[in-house]
T-cell receptor
Framework: DTEVTQTPKHLVMGMTNKKSLKCEQHMGHRAMYWYKQKAKKPPELMFVYSYEKLSINESVPSRFSPECPNSSLLNLHLHALQPEDSALYLC????????????FGSGTRLTVV | GIQVEQSPPDLILQEGANSTLRCNFSDSVNNLQWFHQNPWGQLINLFYIPSGTKQNGRLSATTVATERYSLLYISSSQTPDSGVYFCAVEPGANNLFFGTGTRLTVIP
């Protein structure tokens, strides 16, 4: 299995809702990532998990809460989002050391209304 | 932080034409990848190429790490080649940063 699977593919949520994005990989990668991509912009790193521990948080607001329950799963919990948080959220995984390729999921397109 | 600049920002090609996309980066890197993002947002890995030259069908890539640039060549372009091409670099471990992107439109 050489894929990263993200669910759901599309999500519309109100500003008072709580929702979660899910990401799964079975390549034995021990580093997993969340990226955010706004329209016509490159993806921006949000969080990095290394061996199931949060190692990088790129100053992301607390309304985004990541979780890595095991080495294959990565969640992003969303609460009290703003319309400007509408974006494509991408999950990726890689070997837990520099110099290896990253594999990306197909993303969740989030709209906050 | 590391700067990753791509050129040109936009490119329009007639089907069958060749093109060269460039990626310049400001610091040494462990990893460099080229991705194609299709209209649905999927990032498709084209090459993992921290140095040297690779070819895959109509695509090839060259990275000159000592001079901090990489080139992506597309030959005989086709309409499905349209989309955004990103290079991404990893200056350390577990921190892949994306370039500014090149938006390619191939017209029949």
């Amino acid at each position: 299995d050489t894929e990263v699977t993200q669910t759901p593919k599309h999500l519309v949520m109100g500003m008072t809702n709580k929702k979660s994005l899910k990401c799964e990989q079975h390549m034995g990668h021990r580093a997993m990532y969340w990226y955010k991509q706004k329209a016509k912009k490159p993806p921006e790193l949000m969080f990095v998990y290394s061996y199931e521990k949060l190692s990088i948080n790129e100053s992301v607001p607390s309304r985004f809460s990541p979780e890595c329950p095991n080495s294959s799963l990565l969640n992003l919990h969303l609460h009290a989002l703003q319309p400007e948080d509408s974006a494509l959220y991408l999950c990726a995984s890689s070997q837990n050391r520099g110099g290896y390729g990253y594999t990306f999921g197909s993303g969740t397109r989030l709209t906050v209304v | 932080g590391i700067q990753v600049e791509q050129s040109p920002p936009d490119l329009i090609l007639q089907e069958g034409a060749n093109s060269t996309l460039r990626c310049n980066f400001s610091d040494s890197v462990n990893n460099l990848q080229w991705f194609h993002q299709n209209p649905w947002g999927q990032l498709i890995n084209l090459f993992y190429i921290p140095s040297g030259t690779k070819q895959n069908g109509r695509l090839s890539a060259t990275t000159v790490a000592t001079e901090r640039y990489s080139l992506l060549y597309i030959s005989s372009s086709q309409t499905p080649d349209s989309g955004v091409y990103f290079c991404a670099v990893e200056p350390g471990a577990n921190n892949l940063f994306f370039g500014t992107g090149t938006r390619l439109t191939v017209i029949p």
